[in-house]
């Protein structure tokens, strides 16, 4: 059988389904409820945040004849049309592929003919951001004077593109980064409906390497389901990932700390032949060093880093042992480091020189 994607298969269908932008779906449903529908939308934020997915839903609510509390009944004669994959009255453009000049002319042509079936036509644009001078400004007068029956949503990952022209002729949303909290309650259901076996310490640590992209935890739970082939448990989850567990860090750093130069080349070494990825191990310890340096720092540190209990106790502790600026100066090496590493031959020794000059306070690469 063949394999789809559970970032696709689980694609939000109702506004009710989208996690995290509540503060967008419930203003879009109260304009489709008081009929106060704008007719140019901008969708903002990360990748896999739910930008195609609520136009969509917003696309299909907007047309429902008799829709609930803003949302599309699913029964009527315009919800059953539109739920076709290529209804006429939604237009999806990608402005990657089509972002020149005549692309968009040819949807000022079309823009002209009424909806058929429908109250709406709605264009969604997606990375809106790569259409060229001229194609923005033949969107633009598209834009000046839609006619009633259109609405244009724009949607992009990178809005500072956007020639301010645009950006004042569209009400903007901006899609938020989703918390870890929900994303493990979303990564659950999903679970749960796909049969996968899993304990709760899996599912944070999927859902925090999300990085608050809904899409992209959903794409790391699938590879790790497939690995793991049945039960999800933590040790494979992290082998997948390739991050190293909380110990193992924590003894690095103390290892730092006490300015240990063949501790620190020996835990390296080790690293490397238990076969763990050196260049996940470097961006753990940048990761690390931003921890540490929020438990030091930040009063609300359990918020902002909402790690398990006990892991946060034990980041608190060594913590303490670590001065801030010395955190700081961790936090800059190792995330420059990070971006050289893509570009080494040798991680390991990158890796080793950086870990020795961030640990005794000196620029290697200088001497
Ligand atoms: N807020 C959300 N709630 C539920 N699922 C989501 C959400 N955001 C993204 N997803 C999941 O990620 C997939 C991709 O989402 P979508 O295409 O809407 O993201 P996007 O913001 O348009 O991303 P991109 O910037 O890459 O175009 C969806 O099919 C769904 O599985
Ligand atoms: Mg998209
Ligand atoms: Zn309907």
Known sequence: MEHIALYRKYRPKRFEDVIGQDHITKTLQNQITSGQIGHAYLFTGTRGTGKTSV???????????SPIRGSACGECENCKRLEQENDINIIEIDAASNNKVDDIRQIREKVKFMPVGAKYKVYIVDEVHMLSDSAFNALLKTLEEPPSYVIFILATTEVHKLPQTILSRCVRFDFRLVPVDLLMKHLAKVFDKEGIKYDEESLKIIASAGEGSVRDTLSIADSIASFCQGDITKEKTLSVLGTTDHELILNFFDKLLEKDVGGVLSLIDKIEKEGKNLAVFAKDLSRHSRNL??????????????????VMELYKAQAEKFAEKDLIRYMQVFSGAESELRYTLSVRLLLETTCLSAMLGFDAKKN
């Not at 136009?55 to 004849?65: D, G, Q």
């Not at 030091?296 to 209990?309: F, V």
Request: aromatic content about 4%; glycine content about 0%.
């Open 55 to 65: 136009a969509k839903i917003f696309a299909k609510s907007v047309n429902c004849l």
């Open 293 to 310: 340096l929020v438990c030091k720092s930040c009063k609300n540190s359990e918020e902002i880093l909402n790690l398990p209990d006990d």
